[in-house]
């Protein structure tokens, strides 16, 4: 099956620095990816939908200059939490869906983002 | 916009027996896919099986097997013959068909199942 990986899986920083968290789809190309953000014992909260080649689109509520996301190529997106802070603790999970099967997302392992 | 409600925050089964979870949502669309996602402790989300709106007959997969209600829009799983390792957070999504643009999954809140001996 198809196979999405998120780099790190976790990380530890300190407050007021920057954070980039790789997501990468390993045998499939996919045009958009998907990046959630999930708090202990609740659903998938959708950040905003990463295109190829063009902007993301953010969910309301979701702050754009704070959650930089970067979609480069048709396997990698990354996501950058800047100038992070405690409450941005969480784990970020991102999906990725086939170019060809659009119906399909396939998820990352996720990553647990904690800020000192 | 559609929303989707599970009202089973957490349920328990012993192994060998059935379970079922249930999904309810709403939506003014008439083509759409419906999904069951298992969280274990991991938290690598997995699907566990999909419906297409279309189609009147009930997905199957082995053990999982699901009942939708179109009209009453209903989705509940189904799990036979429990094992330890369907311990998990279950949860339903709801994802517009649409080909052209990106379709994105709404998800329930979900429910905690544990499998007990």
Known sequence: GAVVSQHPSWVICKSGTSVKIECRSLDFQATTMFWYRQFPKQSLMLMATSNEGSKATYEQGVEKDKFLINHASLTLSTLTVTSAHPEDSSFYICSARDSVNYNEQFFGPGTRLTVL | ?117
Do not use: H
Not at chain 2, 23 to 33: A, G, H, V
Not at chain 2, 107 to 114: K, P
């Open chain 2, 1 to 117: 916009a559609q929303t989707v409600t599970q009202s089973q925050p957490e349920m328990s089964v012993q192994e060998a027996e059935t379970v079922t979870l249930s999904c309810t949502y709403d939506t003014s669309e008439n083509n759409y896919y419906l999904f069951w996602y298992k969280q274990p402790p991991s938290r690598q989300m997995i699907l566990v099986i999909r419906q297409e709106a279309y189609k009147q007959q009930n997905a199957t997969e082995n053990r999982f097997s699901v009942n939708f209600q179109k009209a009453a829009k209903s989705f509940s799983l189904k799990i036979s013959d429990s094992q330890l390792g369907d311990t998990a957070m279950y949860f339903c999504a709801f994802m517009r068909m649409n080909t052209g643009t990106a379709s994105k999954l709404t998800f329930g809140t979900g429910t905690r199942l544990q499998v007990t001996l």
